[in-house]
């Protein structure tokens, strides 16, 4: 047994100071009501031992509560079962006077306070065998003695009961000492798990906060160059300070900038998704109106539509709304959606952007596309952040897989939720959905049809 569980035991056993009060209560009452019955040497002195020996249980038991580790308890075993044997050997003593007395009923109450004495000590001390053990012996021996030196017949029955007391008593707390002792195990092995789940997860936070560290700073070391690549290769692109020269040139540059876009835009995701994970992403309170952001989202998003070959319809709900967002995280969200889309349809396809308002004042916005679609381990894995659905289309295109999992975080810190419908061969809906509390009603009209590219 090792030292945490042995601990346990003793501090269950030396739990309460309570039996040392009814212990010395009990030598007191006996002293007073015996008197006359016993002699009077013998019984003031068994008192006077008695009592003073529950002033050293006493001391020993504020000793004992003082003591801090498992280990420092674990030594005080022996002087705990020594404790509870000599407790229990007064009290034998005691019984062995049970002839003495004149009064029979006398003998009666002496029989009765033993009785109780010893099966609420064997209760209390049960938790730690060895202490129950040594203290029933204690208390049985002298008295067995007594009824056999005694010879009569009721004696010798008395001794055998007596015995059969203490067996009796032992066995009714031998199997809820083994309860006890299984449960100390498990309570142990909780400990244990609970303690490796503490490091693990200590382990697992500095690893994000490092990571988090690391990806800010390495953000700030790829926009800074990234920044001045596209800024420079903008002005070479449109030619501010006059011709480049060689038109061969001019394409090499287009194509300077839009790479370094695109790694900007990897970059700015990879940020988000870090900061989302570490819950470190913080939301402004913009008032947003729903017909300004279509048109800004048809706008950046119309361009790569027409090289695609891809028809974007854009809708919005017959009443028009205000949304109550962060207008920059609103506006990736739907940007993500419609690139998406526009990105895995066929040329000569649609993407559909609708709103309406749903029964309860929640705002639903859906993106529609009649593209590749997926199936559900593919809806499965493009929710993870970079995840990518594998096929022969989406190889021909490139991406971090980290849109739509951005997409998804960003409605949920918005108190929304994102749904996906998809078909394989037939096209996908994702539906976000932002509650009530966000979205306000204008009093003015707006079109249903906001815009159409081609």
């Not at 381990?377 to 490139?398: K, Y």
């Not at 749904?419 to 204008?442: F, H, M, N």
Request: overall charge neutral; aromatic content about 8%; proline content about 4%.
């Amino acid at each position: 047994m090792n030292d945490t569980i042995l601990a346990q035991q003793l501090r269950m056993a030396m739990k309460s100071p309570l039996p040392i009060y009814f212990g010395a209560v009990l030598a007191m009452l006996a002293a007073i009501t015996l008197q006359g019955q016993l002699p009077g040497p013998v019984l003031d002195g068994w008192a006077a031992v008695m009592l003073g020996w529950q002033g050293v249980r006493y001391f020993l038991f504020r000793r004992f509560h003082r003591l801090e580790t498992d280990a420092e308890i674990a030594r005080q075993a022996m002087l705990v079962t020594a404790v509870w044997s000599v407790t229990g050997l007064l009290w034998g003593l005691f019984a062995s006077t049970y002839y003495w007395p004149v009064d029979p009923e006398a003998s009666l109450f002496m029989l009765t306070v033993v009785t109780t004495t010893v099966a609420a000590g064997a209760v209390v001390v049960s938790p730690y065998l060895p202490a129950q053990t040594g203290y029933l012996f204690g208390a049985g021996a002298p008295a067995v003695a007594a009824f056999i030196l005694h010879g009569t017949r009721f004696s010798l029955l008395m001794a055998a009961m007596a015995v059969a007391f203490a067996v009796a008593a032992r066995a009714a707390t031998l199997f809820g000492n083994r309860g006890v002792v299984d449960l100390l195990k498990l309570q142990q092995e909780n400990s244990a798990l609970l303690a490796e789940t503490r490091k693990a997860k200590e382990a697992a936070d500095l690893a994000s906060h490092v990571k988090s560290r690391f990806l800010a700073n390495m953000s700030h070391e790829f926009r800074t160059p990234l920044n001045a690549i596209i800024g420079f290769s903008e002005l070479m692109r449109d030619e501010t300070f006059g011709a480049i020269g060689n038109p061969r040139y001019a394409g090499y540059v287009a194509d300077i900038n839009l790479s370094g876009r695109h790694l900007l835009g990897i970059v700015n995701d990879v940020l988000d998704l870090s900061k989302l994970e570490a819950g470190g992403m913080r939301l402004a309170d913009d008032e947003i109106d729903l017909a300004s952001l279509a048109d800004q989202c048809l706008t950046i998003v119309g361009t790569q539509a027409k090289s695609c070959g891809v028809q974007l319809v854009i809708r919005e709900p017959d009443v028009p709304v205000s949304i109550r967002a962060d207008a920059l995280r609103l506006k990736q969200i739907l940007l993500n959606l419609m690139s998406n889309a526009v990105k895995f349809s066929h040329a000569g396809g649609q993407v559909t952007v609708a709103g309406t308002l749903a029964g309860d004042g929640a705002l639903v916005v859906s993106v529609s596309d009649n593209g590749i679609g997926m199936d559900q381990t593919g809806i499965a894995t493009a929710l993870q952040p970079f995840g990518q659905v594998e096929n022969s289309f989406t190889r021909r295109h490139t991406g971090t897989g980290l849109g739509l999992p951005l997409a998804k975080w960003l409605v949920e810190l918005h108190g929304g939720r994102l749904d996906i419908e998809s078909k394989l061969g037939q096209g996908t809906t994702i539906r976000v959905t932002l509650p009530a509390a966000r979205i306000r009603r204008l009093d003015f009209a707006a079109p249903v049809l906001v815009a159409a590219a081609h």
